[in-house]
Each structure stands twice: as C-alpha cells, then as structure tokens.
C-alpha cells in the first residue's frame, strides 16, 4: 500500500467509505472518508481514527508507515463514533499511546468505550506537544459541533487538522479538493446539513482563530477532500459566507400534493418569482432528497412550503421536513405557506406556526378550497411578488 503523505512527515491514513448511503438521516448518495492522521517526528501521533469496521484499512495504512505499537499519542479531536468507533482496536494496537482530548471529550468518551487502562491526558486552547520538531497545538472549538470539539494544529507545516470542520461527505481516490470537481457545492451540502444551527459560534470560531494569527496553508478535515494552496481561501472564505448567513437572489420551493392542487399552486408561484425577478428552485418532498434542499435552502432568501390538508392538518412528508428544517435554524429567510383543502383547511395555519417558530419572517399566506381556478392561480403568482419585495426590503 502507497504511503499518501500531505505534507513532510504527515501522512493520511484515513478509510473510504464506498457503500455510504446515509449519515443519520443525511443521504450521502457519494459515500464518505473517515480521515486519520500520523505525524511522525521523534515522537509520533495518530490524528483522529475511523468508524468501527474500518479499523483494518486504517492499520494497515499506518503500518505502511510505522509500527503501530510505536504510536506515542491519539489525538480525539471529537468523541462521535464516526473517528472514535476504532478506539478500543487502535489502544490495543498502540498500548503505550497517551490519548489527547478536551475535557469535555474525556468525559464523553467512558459513555461510549470501557475507557480502562487508557491513558487519557486533557488539554484545553493554547496547549501543545512537541513531537520534536514539529508542535501539536489545540484549539478548543464547543459546540462545533459537540460540546468536546477541538482541532489541531501543526505551526512548523502551517496545517490544520480540522476534524468535522471544512469537511464533505464524499468517497474519492483522491485526496485533495482541487482534483475533484463541485467540491465546494459538497462542502456546502454538508455545512448546511451539519453545521448552519451553529453558524454564529463558526464566526465566532474564525475570528478567534485569525486572532491566534494561525498561519495555514493546508486544512485536512477529517472528512472527505483535503483543502491545499487556493483551496485553503475559498473555503475559509465560504464558512464566513455561510456563517453570516448571506444569501441570493433564490427562492426555494417545497410542497406535496395529493391530487395536484397544491402542485398546480407551487407552479404558479414559481413563475410568479420567476417574473418578479429572482431564481427559483421547486421540489416536490417525496422525490427530492432533504439534505440537497436544505443546501439550497443555505443561500436562499425566500423559502415557501405547501401542502394540502390531511386529517386537518398538513402532509407528513411536509411536517417531516418542517422539523429537520427548524433544528438546522436557517437565519434571514422570509417566506408564506400554501396549500389546498376539501371541506376543512388546517394544513396552511400549521405550516406557517412551524415557519415562524423556525424564525422564517412570514408574509402572508394562501389557500385554496379543492383546485385552483384562473383566480386563484393569479392569487398565488402575485403572492410571489409580495414575498420577493419583502426578501429586497429586508436586504435595504
Ligand atoms: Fe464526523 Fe461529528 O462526526
């Protein structure tokens, strides 16, 4: 097996995930990486692991490169199973390892792993390890997206072992972000599924970090593509276009439909967006996948949701997608509710009291008694224009 080193001395030792299909609820149609790490100097370090059952892919790309028992410290950047699930084979492997965590990852990793004979030592912002002439520097970053996040960083490389951060989930033979093409669209697919609730602690977390003065000039993730020389500005600059919540000109659509009324309504106001000037993207929920609308839903100033009624209340698909949507906390959107009913409404005043409790500015709203007419048809295309003037308004 080839050795793939990223820099004199750090080598990935990471797992592909082929057969990914879905991460909690996240469809990953492109698999993942589980990212690992060795540094080797006088001393050596393993920078995070990999899943559990991807053990023997990551042993044996270490032991391409050392002796596993020579492993001096395991770096836990972050407790989730995805990089810990291996733990108890790599301490096995690695005896004599010293396992570096933050207080918070030492705590949470007994709720997960018989932790005994474990040497687990804590370290908090600022602390280092000297491997000889390379530092293993931390940064504590909680809630990013755990309570026991942190990154490392090695200042002699200028590199940044970033954990979940500036990560995609995607399966490639290669390594870097520049050899494989849209990788920025599967880092935004991925910040908007995983990290967007957090957004005001990640500008929080870039300040803090351009104040520490950290010079970098590679991020490796511990997820999917490895960010190097241009690479490194386009995605710090798309985590601050993100965290900040700037948005374009778009309106996403998402509805179901039982007998194509609240479809014939989604269409009018498609094009009713469309001839007020803004771009507008249409899913029907039951055939979209969640985590792509939710990545456009990311850069999106209007989002509008319909559905016609069901027992008195709106489609389950639509209360399914309401709930994921309100956990993400989109920030600055503006939007209404739509929908058909029979002989009694309800799904319309349901879907609005989601929107607003999801902190979505909504407008107005719009129903309409079993199919849309000429009307109501016209109804639902000047209710697009409505909402686009109020998406321009609260740009001023
Ligand atoms: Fe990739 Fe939060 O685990």
């Known amino acids: ?13 990471g797992a592909i995930d082929w057969n990914l299909r879905d991460f909690h609820g996240y469809a990953t149609p492109g698999g993942t990486t589980y990212n690992a790490y060795i540094v080797k100097d006088s001393k050596v370090a393993l920078v995070d692991t990999v899943k559990a059952g991807f053990f023997d892919e990551l042993r044996s790309r270490v032991e391409a490169i050392t002796d596993p028992g020579d492993i001096d410290y395991v770096i836990v950047n972050h407790v989730e199973p995805d990089h810990t699930g291996s733990l108890p084979r790599v301490m096995d492997a690695a005896p004599n390892a010293t396992m570096i965590a933050t207080e918070k990852g030492a705590e949470e990793l007994p709720m997960y792993y018989d932790c005994d004979g474990w040497n687990i030592r804590t370290v908090k912002t600022g602390d280092t390890i000297s491997l000889g002439e390379k530092t293993l520097s931390f940064v504590e970053t909680p ?27 995607i399966a490639e033979s290669k390594r870097y972000a520049d050899e494989v093409p849209e990788i920025l669209d599967e880092a935004a697919i991925y910040y908007a599924n995983i990290l967007m609730p957090f957004s005001p602690l ?8 351009g104040e520490m003065g950290l010079e970098i000039d590679m991020i490796a993730p511990s997820h999917g593509m490895i960010w190097r020389d241009s690479g490194v500005s386009d995605i710090l600059n798309a985590y601050r276009r993100w965290s900040s919540g700037e948005s374009n000109d778009t309106a996403i659509i998402v509805y179901d439909t039982m007998w194509g009324s609240t479809e014939k309504m989604a269409l009018a106001i498609a094009q009713g967006i469309i001839d007020a000037g803004f771009e507008v993207k249409v899913y029907h929920l039951r055939k979209s996948e969640w985590s792509t609308i939710i990545r456009e839903i990311l850069e999106a100033k209007i989002i509008l949701v319909g559905s016609p009624t069901i027992n008195n209340g709106m489609f389950p698909s639509v209360g399914g997608f309401l709930t994921y949507l309100r956990g993400l906390r989109p920030k600055g959107k503006v939007g209404f509710a739509f929908g058909s ?51 321009e308004m609260q740009e001023r």
Not at 1 to 13: F, L, P, R, S, T
Not at 143 to 169: C, K
Not at 353 to 363: A, D, F, I, S, Y
């Open 1 to 13: 097996m080839n050795k793939v080193e990223i820099k004199d001395g750090v080598y990935w030792v």
């Open 202 to 209: 990640i500008t929080k977390t870039l300040q803090k970090i």
């Open 143 to 169: 809630m990013l997206h755990w309570p026991d996040n942190m990154v490392t960083y090695i200042p002699e490389d200028r590199l940044l072992l970033s954990n979940d951060a500036f990560g995609q989930h």
């Open 341 to 391: 009913y029979g002989w009694a409404g309800g799904a319309v005043k349901a879907i609005t009291g989601e929107l607003e409790k999801t902190g979505v500015r909504v407008v107005d709203s719009i129903s309409v008694k079993f199919v849309p007419g000429v009307d109501d048809l016209a109804a639902c295309a000047k209710l697009a224009g409505k909402v686009v003037d109020a998406a």
